[in-house]
């Protein structure tokens, strides 16, 4: 059989606003509902941030904590992954809620510029978080937004630094950073195959370079991340009516390349993971 392809869900984020969708989710609830639809539609990992009430990011961990409780009662077995790269400048807060054990967590473990600032993760910073992820039990799934970030992880998952199965998520389309670019997403699978074969890998791509980059990953034999965190819309002319609206159009693509889509009990086991949610 065809691997299945690992569908990730990046619901909310840190920037989009109702007033570029309103179907973002903001509040607990709301990300509980729209997590559920997406869990339901396909997704076996949600990738979550949470915000303050006025809809700025926070990295508050009573926030996660209500949030994780909200998504392990309505979306039994799903892979919880909480981001720790949402507030950049913010040092340790941006690692405050692993004490709550997600299974797999965000890890960049470099710098580069986003669209209006640097996106700062100094090696002091990256080893504190690496480790609290071990003394966690918690698989980083490693932001590689740029080459170099792919040769880290591998050094520093050889460097038995990381938790767990080494997985690797390439991102493309940040303005300012990589963009999509087909000869170097050939490269970033190629460096996978080559320098860490055991090891699973995914793709996303932000704003219009999402559903090029659900493509090639799926294509390619990887797995994928969209949701409402990446981008908004479905097409130039359309808002996404949902997360799950987006995670369906990536089963269509699994669909087209005959990829089945992994069950929340395949992903889990593909990546190493607790079998259920602790
Ligand atoms: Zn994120």
């Known amino acids: ?22 179907a973002v989710p903001i509040t607990v609830s709301e990300q509980v509902e729209s997590t559920q ?8 990992i949600v990738h979550c941030h949470v915000r303050n009430d006025d809809g700025t990011p926070s990295s508050d961990p009573e926030r996660f904590a209500r949030l994780k409780e909200g998504l392990e009662k309505h979306c039994p077995g799903m892979i919880i992954q909480f981001s720790t ?11 405050g809620m692993l004490p709550l054990r997600p299974d797999m967590a965000s890890l960049s473990v470099g710098s580069n510029n986003f669209p209006t600032r640097v996106y700062e993760n100094p090696p002091d910073l990256v080893d504190w978080l690496a480790a609290e992820m071990k003394a966690y039990e918690i698989t980083p799934e490693i932001e590689a937004f740029d080459l170099s970030h792919i040769l880290q992880a591998i050094a520093r998952h050889r460097a038995g630094e990381l938790y767990g199965r080494l997985y690797v998520q390439f991102v493309m389309g940040v303005k300012n ?52 965190e990446d981008n908004v819309r479905l097409d130039r ?42």
């Open 177 to 228: 950073a990589m963009p999509a670019d087909r000869a170097v997403f050939d490269f970033y699978v190629e460096t996978m195959r080559t320098r860490a074969p055991e090891a699973e890998w995914c793709a996303a791509g932000i704003g219009p370079a999402q559903i090029v980059v659900n493509e090639w990953a799926v294509a390619a034999g990887g797995h994928t991340r969209t949701g409402l």
């Open 85 to 95: 790269g949402g507030r950049s400048g913010a040092g340790r807060a941006r690692g």
């Open 237 to 278: 002319d359309r808002l996404a009516p949902s997360n799950a609206a987006l995670v369906r159009r990536v089963v269509e693509i699994c669909e087209r390349h005959e990829r089945p889509v992994a069950t929340w009990k395949q992903a889990r086991e593909m990546l190493g993971l607790r079998p259920v949610a602790a």
């Open 1 to 22: 059989m065809t691997k299945p392809c690992i569908i990730c869900v990046a619901i909310t984020g840190s920037l989009p606003t109702k007033a570029n969708n309103p």
């Open 37 to 44: 639809e997406a869990f339901e539609a396909g997704a076996s």
